[in-house]
């Protein structure tokens, strides 16, 4: 049974730090490329960035590029996102996505984790 689970969410004032999460079960983490996304209060859901395992390579967008972030251990099955220099509008749930290969659009994943929240207020 595929399963993603993450954690670290929590509440982090402006300027802050944050590591998230993501353990995987149930595939062979080394051949699934993994996205982070996150979903504000009435917005879709959205890329942050996603780690292709095939060419290494990371997409990142825009407003994280700098702040944020991935690493991989295929040998614990964890995908870690680092976060830094946190700001309000960073405030959503947090996922995980699993797939072959990176895509930005949420519709092209099929397994998800049920996602952590990130809160960054004064």
């Known amino acids: 049974q595929v399963q993603l689970v993450e954690s670290g969410g929590g509440l982090v004032q402006p300027g802050g730090s944050l590591r998230l999460s993501c353990e995987s079960s149930?595939?062979?983490?080394?051949?699934?490329?993994i996205g982070w996304f996150r979903q504000a209060p009435g917005k879709e859901r959205e890329i942050v960035l996603c780690?292709?395992?095939?060419?290494?390579?990371?997409r990142y967008v825009d407003s994280v590029k700098g702040r944020f972030t991935i690493s991989r251990d295929n040998a614990k099955s964890t995908v870690s996102l680092q976060m830094s220099s946190l700001q309000p509008e960073d405030t959503a749930v947090y996922y995980c996505?699993?797939?072959?290969?990176?895509?930005?659009?949420?519709?092209?994943?099929?397994?998800w984790g049920q996602g952590t929240q990130v809160t960054v207020s004064s």
């Open positions: 996505a699993a797939r072959r290969r990176c895509s930005s659009s949420p519709s092209d994943f099929t397994y």
């Open positions: 149930g595939f062979v983490l080394d051949y699934y490329a």
């Open positions: 780690s292709n395992t095939s060419d290494g390579t990371t």
